[in-house]
């Protein structure tokens, strides 16, 4: 059985950085494609930054030049730097993975996902 867990989530103030991690378990193979989601109170699921099916990270507007999303040595394993935080970054983080070799920013569509961790809370304030 497919299963994700995030780590790393936590407060911080406003300029300060947080690193993500989410590992995924139960397959043997490479998930195609694995990626960062976030939830804020009242809102829906959006993505922040993915690794598309050709290896590519792609990033939502809010996360240009701020985030740096990237794969690990370990199979099936993603990271999210997160610098210069926001208030605005303030939700809950979930790392996403699908089996779909989806590309580009049809990559950062959170309905090509089959597959969620349990989210780790981000709170940004002073």
């Known amino acids: 059985q497919v299963k994700l867990v995030e780590s790393g989530g936590g407060s911080v103030q406003p300029g300060g950085s947080l690193r993500l991690s989410c590992q995924l378990t139960g397959m043997n193979y490479d998930a195609y494609v694995m990626g960062w989601f976030r939830q804020s109170s009242g809102g829906q699921r959006q993505a922040v930054a993915v690794?598309?099916?050709?290896?590519?990270?792609i990033y939502a507007p809010s996360a240009q030049g701020r985030f740096t999303v990237s794969k690990g040595g370990a199979k099936n394993t993603l990271y999210l730097q997160m610098d210069r935080l926001k208030p605005e970054d303030t939700a809950v983080y979930y790392c996403g993975s699908t089996f779909y070799r989806v590309r580009g920013t049809y990559a950062l569509d959170p309905d090509h996902y089959k597959n969620w961790g349990q989210g780790t809370q981000v709170t940004v304030s002073s």
């Open positions: 690794v598309d099916g050709d290896g590519t990270p």
